[in-house]
């Protein structure tokens, strides 16, 4: 939803259009509209405030000490003053961003102008080169990260297939099932490696900053289910592909015990598969 409204964003404010937005008391607006419609209606008829603004409002609330956290705030917040056409709005915004970021406006100039510098390049290697993956993470770290960001729902991790080939994840979920019922978690709670652990801060930072957390219940327990199907599917058509490839080497070297028994393996697989879609 975020990522959708600030590609609305650049989009109208290049028409020179400004951006208002409103801030909902519920986690999703389907939420806002069952629990309270004439709050919802008073919101939208107040006008709201730039949107801009609203996003400074936000990022008051991170923590914009940790370098990484700070590195993307400033990007975004960069992105958003690169789309106003208007310049005097601009150094009205790189103002109130150098407050935020207790930083000087001509630091954040100069980041402004290594960002348009940047641009360029950035769109000759977007129309260049194919399509990949916008994060490092697999499914099953996607699915893994949001039981990070609502651990009240780990209740629903059994609809996940144990990830047996993925020594972090496998750890990630071995550690899920050791806990109590829990409303709130840290990664530092969870029975991991050091090496784990960072992995596990790197994941749920990500999950962080894209908003999962942010979501409500009903939709949490919706994108948890989802995912945990395109785990399972992905975590499957590996094992089958892992699995027709010991049966080439099997039935090629004479092998028909082990044969018999990897088809078998590879039959089991074509069932859950078929459960999973």
């Known amino acids: 939803g975020q990522a959708a409204a600030e590609r609305a964003y650049h989009t109208l404010s290049q028409q020179d259009l400004q951006v208002q937005a409103i801030a909902l008391p519920s986690k999703d607006p389907a939420d806002t509209v069952q629990e309270n419609p004439e709050l919802l209606k008073t919101l939208l008829e107040s006008g709201g405030i730039p949107y801009i ?31 106003l056409k208007s310049a005097v709005e601009r150094e009205e915004y790189i103002r109130r961003g150098s ?24 769109l000759l290697k977007k129309e260049t080169q194919p399509m990949v993956p916008s994060h490092p993470f697999s499914a099953m770290e996607i699915t893994l990260g949001l039981f990070l960001q609502h651990p009240a729902l780990l209740s629903l991790l059994p609809e996940m297939i144990p990830p047996e080939e993925d020594e972090f994840c496998l750890a990630l979920y071995n550690a899920f099932l050791a806990l109590p019922a829990v409303q709130y978690l840290s990664v530092t709670d969870l029975a991991l490696t050091q090496v784990q652990r960072e992995k596990a801060s790197i994941l749920h930072l990500f999950c962080e900053q894209n908003g999962f957390a942010d979501w409500s219940e009903s939709t949490a327990i919706r994108e948890i289910r989802k995912n945990c199907l395109m785990a399972n599917r992905d975590m499957l058509r590996h094992r089958q592909q892992s699995i027709t490839k010991e049966l080439i080497l099997a039935r090629a070297a004479g092998k028909t015990e082990e044969e018999t028994a990897l088809f078998k393996k590879y039959s089991d697989i074509l069932k859950l598969l078929k459960q999973v879609g």
Not at 73 to 80: D, G, I, K, P, S
């Open 99 to 122: 407050v935020v970021f207790q930083t000087t406006e001509t630091a954040m100039q100069a980041d402004l102008a290594q960002a348009e510098r940047a641009q360029p390049a950035a």
């Open 53 to 83: 603004e609203l996003v400074l409002e936000q990022l008051k609330k991170q923590d914009l000490q940790s370098p990484l956290i700070r590195k993307q705030a400033l990007h975004r917040l960069l992105e958003l003053v690169r789309s």
